[in-house]
Structures are given as C-alpha cells and as structure tokens.
C-alpha cells in the first residue's frame, strides 16, 4: 500500500501509560512499515520514553496534549472541558482529516463520548456500537455491542448486526459470515422484549445471514461469527470470559505446582498448554473499533501493555485497507 496509515494513539491512556503506550507504538513502527504513529500527550514524558528505543523517526510524530482525562472524570464534562486532554486533541486529528484512527487505552466512557462528539457518526447511523473478537474453538466471533449503548432499541440491534457483517467480512476474510442474536434459548419466542422484538428483523434482513438465537454456552464453541446484543449483555459476557480465562490460568499453575510429579507433567505439556491458552487470550486481536463513526476509534483494554497496544495499532490497518468505513456508508444508504 503506498499511502501510509495514521494512526493518533493517546499516549497518556491506559495504566502503564506513557510507558507502555510509547514502547508499544515502537514495536509497531518496526513491525508494520505501512504505519504512522502520533503519539499525543505530555510531550516532556513522551520524549523521555522515546529516548530509550530506536526507531524510524519520520515513522513517529508527537503532539503536546498538557491534559489528561482521568478514569474518575465524568466523561461528558471531561470531554467538554479538558479540550487540551490528550484523547480529545487525538480524536481532533481524525476529525481533522490529518490522522486515519485514534487508539486509547483510556476511559471507556470519555471514549464513547468524545467519538461521538468530535468523529462523528455516519449518518444514518443511529447508535456506534464497541466490536471486539472474542477467541472461541473455532477462532474468533465478533461480539457487538460490549458497552455502547445499554438500552438500545431493536432498530439499534439490527445496524450492529449489519455493521458486524461488514466488519468481519472485509477483516477476517469470511464472505457471508454467520449472525446469531444472543438469548436464554434457541426458540423463536424465546428471549426478553428487546430479543423477541429484534430477532424478525434480523430474520428478514436480507444483509446478513441470519442463524438465529445463540446461548452463551455457544459462545466460546464459535457458534455463530457474529454475536449481536445491546451492551449490558455484551459486556456481561467479555468480561465473565476475561475472568474465566484468568482463573483458569491461575488453577493451571496452581495444580502444575503441587508436587514434582505435577511439575515434570507440566514441563511437558508447556508448548500445548502455551498455545491452548494463548488461543483463548481476549486482547490477542487488539482492541474494540467503535463502529459507525466518521473516522477510526479503537478502545485497548486499559490494562494493555506494549503488545496489546501494537496490535490496537495493527488492527487499524485491515480497517482503512479494507475500506470498512465507506462499506458501512454504502450499507446504510443501500
């Protein structure tokens, strides 16, 4: 590709920021050519960082953002009031035209406002919605929405449907990938308000392939491709499976540990189990895009360390590559 992709990465978003943010935008940098970072945030730290790696100077460029929206900020007010915060400047140069995406490992919430204050939606897009890949046995489902919109409507339901549709088609290669609606059992009737009102929607939308209800112990099974629920459910279901994930890891060790018979198996079995658990890691796809705005908004976990930040960076490129945005533009006024 011969146009480089821009991506503005809140430098000061995260727990290990800037430290991790900066050493993550490093190793991308090195690993994906095809990238520019602008690292926003307190220029005086960000340098002090870059000061420990080499890198491609033209690959990375920093802009001074003095403020910094907290976790405790109420978001609206943080958004509205720290204009010189680094995701705020960071989501002003999408906005702007003059970077491609913003990644921030920052708050949640001052993410979902401020992408829908300064990006913008699509018009005609009713609701953004958070989209991350859950791992399943069959590889990874896009789950939509996680935390956007906890009391969506069926209308709502039915354009995260669609744009999960594109989303997975264009990222992940699958034409006509599989939709399920998640719900306490498989039948027609079965399901809350908003399922039973939201599943002859989808039923008759002719732009996806609609496969019906799903339940959540399909869920890591890979029933479906793309998991559609307003976002009370959707982040309900992220993080039991982060937290199942970790105590299962934590179990592993704890039996592997138990006597030196215990521990020679697990020696053995480490390459397996390496990969077994590595397979079920929720943060090895990156972050979750937001999406149904004007520009590029991808959410890191707010745990993320250098790796997890690379790939949020990497992740950006399939999206502008595969011309996801204007695909959903096309979608809507199809």
């Not at 009031?81 to 140069?93: F, G, H, P, Q, T």
């Amino acid at each position: 590709m011969s146009e480089k992709v821009v991506i503005a990465l809140d430098a000061m978003g995260g727990d290990y920021a800037p430290a991790e943010t900066v050493k993550g935008a490093v190793e991308a940098v090195h690993d994906y050519p095809e990238i520019k970072v602008i690292l926003v945030g307190k220029e005086e730290l960000i340098k002090e960082q870059l000061s420990r790696y080499s890198y491609r100077e033209d690959a990375i460029d920093i802009v001074n953002a003095p403020e910094v929206i907290d976790m405790g900020d109420v978001p609206t007010k943080a958004i509205r009031e720290k204009k010189d915060s680094s995701l705020v400047v960071a989501m002003r140069l999408v906005k702007e035209g003059n970077a491609d995406a913003v990644v921030s490992a920052g708050s949640t919430g001052a993410i979902l406002v401020g992408g829908q204050l300064i990006v913008g939606r699509i018009k005609g897009i009713k609701r953004p919605a958070l989209a991350p890949f859950l791992p399943s046995k069959k590889g990874f489902s896009l789950l939509i929405d996680c935390g956007a919109n906890v009391d969506a409507r069926p209308e709502h339901l039915l354009q995260f449907a669609q744009m999960g549709s594109v989303y997975f088609e264009n990222v992940m290669g699958k034409k006509n990938p599989t939709v399920g609606i998640v719900n306490i059992g498989t039948e027609e009737e079965k399901g809350n308000q908003l399922v039973k009102e939201t599943y002859p929607l989808l039923k008759e939308c002719k732009d996806i392939n609609f496969a019906g209800s799903v339940e959540a112990r399909e869920i890591a099974g890979g029933s479906t491709d793309i998991l559609v629920c307003e976002a009370f459910v959707g982040n309900v279901i992220l993080k039991f499976f982060e937290g199942v994930a970790k105590t299962f890891l934590s179990c592993i060790k704890e039996g592997i540990m138990k006597s030196f018979r215990t521990k020679i198996g697990g020696v053995l079995i480490k390459p397996a189990l390496k990969g077994l658990l590595g397979t079920f890691d929720v943060s090895s796809q990156g972050g979750a895009p937001l999406l149904g705005l004007n520009g590029l908004v991808v959410k890191a976990h707010g745990n993320s360390k250098s790796a997890e930040i690379k790939t949020a960076l990497g992740q950006c490129i399939a999206f502008k590559e595969n011309s996801i945005n204007e695909k959903i533009k096309d979608m809507v006024q199809s």
